[in-house]
């Protein structure tokens, strides 16, 4: 008995000098354990910053660090600390989406372990009645978005006048999402004593004038760090310079070499983001889209699954991706420069995060090096060039990875239910080798020879055999170049030289191979001009049509060819013997 007291005081003890750095800032006894399960060692930057700032002091503060740097707990814990359980609303929590309200939501219940607050998430896009009866059993946190806070207010069953906090997450965004009307409605339903915090990954002037509107003039502001330096140090940054229309034959050279890939994808619009996102899937790549035209219910579909690592490639606008919590990446790709370095920063926040190493690449086009610079300058930190990996090293990384998990197999003996089959497979070639090969030739079809791989920069050969040919009657002898050609179609009807097929400049005739509605488009675009009149060329059609049906009774059935194998199989069992 003696001894189980003395273990609990033990216990007691050991936990009165657990986590001495946020005890320092002032967190009490009665949240230790809740951060201990969350296995919160040490407090970040913003929380070392903000938490002493909003417990012992009673300003007004704006809270800005990067995403991911745990702002939430970084309001989370002071207000979890200073309010009690009661009936009305004692701190309200205005975010831009619906997932975000979730997720503080979540964050703040796990913080508050076993203090009985009730914290409620209120968004549109649920049942209102549903909220509204979880509203009736009481609530002491409400996080929302600010259009269904202001519904529920209206309809009486929000109490906003009792506030001790009123905190703005995510406030760029919010801004961003031109909330600024619903959020001023709302601030003006609450009681003016209330202490306002808002917490933001940048700080913009408009960030600086919502201050001026709605906080007490000496507010506090809670900066970490000066938004570069500090948080990419364990970020490898460069950049490959590559031409608008190479991006994407770039990017899958980037997803193919690196075999272990967890990356977002920044795009500038949210039509780049539908393309790369159909172009990549259609090649077989997993990646799925993130930008705002996204349904609610897909949205929330395509972030879990990316935590939960279901694909590996997230493909986004900077709006969509804001304040999602997931800052592990192994890279973030920026497909196109952001507008200016707070966003560049903020992106390649996500990674080279805990101590793990991350790498930062973005694409930037000859006619954007200036705009780097410029970032560069704003960041202080030089971003270096690099050669897109060549086609050898995306090969080398497959073989590479495929090796380590066969011999993670032959270690952990996985594989032994295989062995009589792999055996009498042996038996098949001269040499075991030749077993292996054809075993690895059905795996990996020809994903692994250099000839399957396109040279990087050639026009696209692919699928010639689907498209139209057209037919122009000029050529160089009447002054035509293909670069005119292609300029003169790429005005007209926006088709780039890239979606087209080969072009071939006569004396006399120019073909232009294009698949069918792109043909269609040149025919409409150009048909009332005499100068350029194209058509369609029916006789190479009709000949290639020709010569395709002649093919199978013309040429001579294929000789199989007899190999000879030389005997290797013995002396391969004499190495094994020998090295054995
Ligand atoms: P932000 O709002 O700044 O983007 P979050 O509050 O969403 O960041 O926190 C990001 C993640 O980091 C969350 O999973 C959170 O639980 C975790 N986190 C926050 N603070 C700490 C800490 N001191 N130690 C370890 N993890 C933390
Ligand atoms: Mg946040």
Redesign the pocket.
């Known amino acids: 008995m003696r001894m189980f007291l003395s273990l609990i005081k033990l216990k007691r003890f050991l936990l009165m000098n657990e986590l001495p750095e946020?005890r320092a800032l002032g967190i009490s006894d009665e949240l230790i354990p809740a951060?201990l399960a969350?296995?919160?060692?040490?407090?970040?930057t913003?929380?070392t910053l903000a938490i002493p700032l909003l417990l012992s002091g009673e300003k007004d503060v704006i809270g800005q660090?990067?995403?991911?740097?745990?702002?939430?707990?970084?309001f989370?814990l002071p207000v979890i600390q200073t309010i009690q359980p009661g009936k009305v609303p004692q701190a309200l929590i205005l975010a831009p989406t619906r997932e975000l309200s979730i997720?503080?939501a979540d964050?703040l219940k796990?913080?508050s372990g076993n203090k009985p607050l009730r914290i409620v998430p209120l968004y549109g896009g649920q049942l209102i009645t549903i909220q509204m009866d979880e509203l009736k059993k009481g609530v002491d946190i409400a996080v929302g978005t600010p259009g269904r806070i202001m519904d529920l207010h209206r309809r009486g069953r929000l109490q906003l006048d009792k506030l001790q906090f009123a905190i703005l997450?995510?406030a760029d965004e919010m801004l961003d999402m031109g909330f600024i009307d619903d959020i001023r409605e709302i601030l003006s339903l609450t009681n003016p004593d209330k202490r306002m915090l808002m917490?933001s990954?940048t700080m913009p002037q408009e960030i600086m004038d919502i201050a001026a509107e709605f906080m007490r003039p000496e507010y506090e502001i809670a900066q970490a760090g000066n938004q570069s330096a500090t948080n990419t140090d364990l970020t490898e940054q460069y950049y490959h310079e590559v031409k608008r229309e190479h991006k994407l034959d770039a990017l899958m050279r980037l997803i193919d070499a690196n075999t272990e890939l967890y990356a977002m994808v920044f795009c500038r619009t949210r039509a780049d983001v539908d393309e790369v996102t159909e172009k990549l899937n259609a090649k077989g790549y997993r990646v799925e889209a993130l930008h705002g035209e996204i349904s609610q219910a897909q949205r929330l579909r395509v972030i879990n699954g990316f935590k939960k690592r279901k694909f590996p490639l997230l493909i986004a606008t900077d709006v969509a991706a804001r304040?999602i919590?997931v800052?592990d990446l192994t890279h973030v790709i920026n497909y196109s420069l952001p507008q200016n370095s707070d966003i560049y920063i903020h992106r390649i926040g996500r990674t080279g995060r805990?101590g793990r190493h991350g790498v930062a690449v973005s694409f930037v086009t000859p006619g954007e090096r200036r705009k780097l610079k410029f970032i560069e300058k704003d960041i202080k930190s030089e971003i270096p060039q690099r050669k897109l990996p060549e086609i050898s090293d995306i090969i080398e990384a497959k073989k590479q990875l495929f090796s380590e998990n066969i011999a993670l197999l032959l270690e952990t003996g996985d594989a032994s239910e295989y062995l009589n089959f792999a055996e009498e497979l042996c038996t098949l070639g001269s040499h075991p080798a030749e077993a292996l090969a054809a075993v690895l030739k059905m795996h990996f079809k020809n994903e692994l020879l250099p000839e399957s791989y396109q040279e990087f920069g050639t026009r696209q050969k692919a699928d010639e055999s689907n498209m139209k040919k057209l037919l122009l009657f000029a050529g160089r002898a009447n002054g035509l170049t293909v670069p005119d050609l292609l300029r003169e179609i790429g005005d007209r009807t926006g088709i780039r030289s890239t979606q087209l097929g080969k072009i071939i400049c006569r004396a006399d005739k120019t073909f232009i191979n294009a698949e069918p509605n792109d043909a269609e488009k040149i025919l409409k675009a150009f048909r009332d001009d005499k100068q350029w009149h194209f058509k369609y060329d029916e006789l190479r059609e009709k000949r290639e049509a020709d010569k395709k049906r002649k093919t199978p009774d013309t040429k001579p059935p294929k000789k199989k060819k007899v190999k000879t194998h030389k005997p290797l199989r013995e002396e391969f069992f004499k190495w094994i013997a020998e090295s054995e």
């Open positions: 946020f951060l969350k296995n919160f060692q040490t407090p970040s913003i929380q660090a990067l995403t991911g740097t745990g702002k939430t707990a970084a989370g997720q503080i964050e796990s913080l997450d995510e917490f990954a304040g919590d800052n805990a």
